[in-house]
């Protein structure tokens, strides 16, 4: 987080601020001087020091990784890249729905969404959605209109119409609450402003901001909104997704493993109103998963 901070000198008072981070295990300031007045675009000038923060540390490995990603894409038959986009969206569809409480085992789902065979003794929703989300899941890889609510409330439909009907495409009329968490989502009344502002907000941005960058916010943004009465992280997820790969970036999964960590980052972001601990968060899991490009 990017502070202000004063000094005084000859009893004369200046400004500047000031962002701390680890490099190669040392703790590093970048600074920019203000002046004697705190100027009215600090706000700016913030997160001007915060880019320059993110393009030394982060925005060139990301650069690396998609090159190097690319590389190993060409020397592929198109066959094999069929066959690995498959293996992806088992693996995130396992993920993604196993956050959210699916009983399905990493097995179970392989077996249904490859061979179509159903696992025994397993609720038939969590059957359906897993279904429903490889489905979603490509379609979203295939979409090149540009992205609207219309388009998030498609996929949330397609994704629960068979097992949250009472749900399945529709903004929520009703407040809810996060179990376990501090954060409390915004009013009903609020949401058709936010959800609007949102997706201003990503159409002006999705060809400024590095898409690593953009695809941690799109995440943290939208999710916090949470417009649905269920399965937001799962849509947000794919948002996510999507921004990486309309970009040529790899894209993410978030394991189950990883899911207190991952909750903890969303959760002391909304608190402490400091949406770049959830973006470093982000970074370093995007950074660890695709460390083989770093090669």
Do not use: C
């Amino acid at each position: 987080m990017v502070s202000l901070k004063k000094k005084t000198i000859n009893k004369k008072t200046y400004y500047y601020i000031e962002h701390s981070y680890r490099k190669n295990g040392k703790v590093l300031k970048k600074e920019k001087y203000l002046g004697a007045k705190i100027p009215k675009n600090i706000g700016k000038l913030k997160d001007e020091l915060l880019m320059e923060v993110y393009e030394e540390l982060w925005f060139k490995n990301f650069n690396i990784i998609k090159n190097n990603y690319h590389k190993n894409l060409k020397k592929m038959p198109e066959s094999i890249q069929e066959k690995e986009l498959e293996t992806f969206a088992i693996e995130f569809t396992y993920t993604s729905n196993k956050i959210e409480g699916s009983t399905l085992t990493h097995l179970e789902t392989a077996l249904l969404l490859e061979k179509g065979i159903s696992p025994a003794n397993r609720p038939i929703e969590d059957i359906k959605e897993a279904e429903q989300h490889k489905e979603v899941f490509y379609d979203m890889v295939r979409y090149d209109k540009k992205i609207d609510i219309s388009t998030l409330i498609h996929w949330h439909k397609k994704l629960f119409q068979f097992t949250k009907k009472d749900k399945a495409g529709l903004i929520r009329t009703y407040p809810i609450r996060i179990g376990g968490s501090r954060h409390i989502p915004p009013a009903p009344f609020e949401l058709d402003l936010l959800i609007k502002e949102f997706i201003n907000w990503y159409n002006q941005n999705k060809n400024k901001m590095h898409p690593v960058h953009l695809a941690a916010l799109v995440h943290f943004r939208f999710v916090s909104i949470h417009p649905f009465g269920d399965g937001n992280g799962r849509i947000t997820r794919l948002f996510m997704n999507y921004v990486l790969h309309k970009n040529g970036y790899p894209m993410l999964i978030i394991d189950y493993m990883d899911r207190r960590s991952y909750y903890n980052a969303l959760e002391t972001s909304n608190v402490k109103g400091d949406e770049s601990i959830f973006t470093l968060w982000f970074f370093r899991r995007y950074l660890k998963e695709n460390k083989e490009y770093l090669k």
